[in-house]
């Protein structure tokens, strides 16, 4: 089993949807997690950093559930622009980080 | 945008040639990473770097080694390429060991 486990997807969806991926973590010294996008053929960027309180940015929602170990993000109101792959990360200490395979999304006009 | 580069950007590489990639900050983080990303595998850490001739092993660091002399420059070399090497290398650094900004990547082609 993988340390990190995301459903690859692809989801497809409309624009103006809500779309949400999850994202579990085995290893339960996971301290730290993250959201990260990944556009075709290029480098992962960091969208958002994950906190235990839930945090917001915009359309962009991040929660962690540290009692069923997985960490979620929702996107509102859906762009073409938001058509890439998620990544989620996982920290147990700081330097060791465990990337899932990514969710694939892809938003249609 | 990180003051991150890789070179070369693109390889093609004979099997047991060495190849030696860099990766070059501006940004003075203490923390860099390399990663490998393979279809069906995701990112996996191949070494990090935790501080000038500071490193540690990650998931994938078999074949590979890494040297950190100066704090903004970070060398992966395939001592010996294998057709299993070939894949796409990302550098990325933190300044803390958390969150974490990427080069644009190194193709590497084994043959």
């Known amino acids: 089993r993988k340390e990190v486990e995301q459903d690859p997807g692809p989801f497809n969806v409309p624009e103006g949807a809500t779309v949400a991926f999850n994202c579990t973590y085995s290893?339960?010294?996971?301290?730290?997690f993250f959201w990260y996008r990944q556009d075709c053929r290029k480098e992962p960027k960091l969208l958002m950093s994950v906190y235990s309180s839930g945090n917001e940015d915009g359309r962009f929602t991040a929660q962690l559930n540290r009692a069923s170990q997985y960490i979620s993000l929702l996107i509102r109101d859906s762009k073409l622009s938001d058509s890439a792959t998620y990544l989620c990360v996982a920290n147990t200490n700081a330097g060791k980080s465990t990337f899932g395979d990514g969710t694939t999304l892809t938003v249609k006009p | 945008d990180a003051g991150i580069t890789q070179s070369p950007r693109h390889k093609v590489t004979e099997t047991g040639t060495p190849v030696t990639l860099r990766c070059h900050q501006t940004?003075?983080?203490?923390?860099m990473y390399w990663y490998r990303q393979d279809p069906g595998h995701g990112l996996r850490l191949i070494h990090y770097s935790y501080g000038v001739k500071d490193t540690d092993k990650g998931e994938v660091s078999d074949g590979y080694s890494v040297s950190r002399s100066k704090t903004e420059d970070f060398l992966l070399t395939l001592e010996s390429a294998t057709s299993s090497q070939t894949s796409v290398y990302f550098c990325?650094?933190?300044?803390?060991?958390?969150?974490?900004?990427f080069g644009p990547g190194t193709r590497l082609t084994v043959t």
């Open positions: 990325a650094i933190s300044p803390d060991g958390y969150e974490q900004y």
């Open positions: 940004e003075n983080h203490r923390y």
């Open positions: 290893n339960s010294a996971s301290q730290s």
